[in-house]
């Protein structure tokens, strides 16, 4: 999790009018995370089992310490919050989230705990955007006013979301995250070797479209490139902006 120090120095050190997407912390998301990246103190209250675990889930963790850790997380961003520069709090489900009403409930209690901020979503498993499931998923974003996450990534695999172009909030999202087929379930991989990519002018064309039509249904819209390897991300970003300003 960040420091609130730590968004104090990002919110000083930025320009006006720059706004950061920040991640939720791993383990509100469901993901394994490794005892190291909990605090100090939240370490040593944990009773014997959970800290002999090299990872913890949320379900690990006893209700008056994952408290303990939404509220250092919610005063975390504070800083960035109260000058503006707070977009979304992105919540990324992982693949073995599957759809469900013990999973819907859950994304309701992750919009709950942070209810000065914005929870947007993003899920991993493409059964949420299945003919059957995709219809009952964004209307149950509509209904609690959620931003969905829009994904670009490479196809084919289970893990794989196709990319549907779809506001369900007044903030639109799009994040790139590459199509390197040969890194994207590979194991051991880093995430800049997972996401190492970058997408010629053919490929982003097409977005620059999608992308002004949904900002004309919204007030904000994000566009994220996540293919953090080298500065293609970088580089990336600056051609769809000169694309859309075409």
């Known amino acids: 999790m960040p420091s609130e120090r730590t968004s104090y120095l990002w919110a000083e050190r930025t320009g006006e009018g720059f706004v950061f997407d920040i991640k939720a912390f791993r383990l509100f998301t469901q993901h394994p995370t490794p005892l190291s990246s909990l605090p100090k103190d939240i370490r040593q ?5 959970p800290q002999q675990k090299a990872n913890l889930y949320y379900r690990d963790i006893p209700s008056e310490l994952t408290d303990e850790l939404w509220r250092r997380f919610e005063a975390s961003l504070l800083p960035l919050d109260t000058v503006a520069k707070l977009g979304v709090v992105l919540f990324q489900f992982p693949p073995w989230f599957y759809p469900g009403s013990q999973q819907l409930d859950y994304i309701l209690m992750c919009k709950e705990k942070l209810p000065q901020y914005r929870a ?16 009952r998923t964004f209307d149950f974003l509509r209904r609690n ?22 506001t369900t909030s007044d903030i639109g999202l799009i994040r790139f995250h590459g199509r390197n087929s040969e890194t994207w379930e590979k194991k051991d991989t880093s995430p800049a070797e997972r996401f190492n990519y970058l997408y010629t002018e053919e490929e982003l064309r097409p ?3 999608t992308i002004k039509d949904l900002a004309k249904q919204t007030t904000q819209m994000h566009v994220l490139f ?4 080298q500065d293609k991300a ?12 075409s």
């Open 145 to 166: 006013d959620l931003p969905f996450v829009c994904v670009d990534e490479p196809q084919g695999f289970k893990s794989s979301v196709p990319a549907v172009a779809e």
């Open 207 to 209: 977005w620059a479209s």
């Open 234 to 245: 970088v580089v990336n970003a600056r051609q769809i902006c000169f694309m859309l300003a």
């Open 226 to 229: 996540n293919n953090c390897h």
């Open 45 to 49: 209250e944990l009773l014997p089992g």
């Open 120 to 135: 947007a979503i993003e899920f991993r498993n493409n059964v949420w955007l299945s003919v059957k499931n995709r219809a």
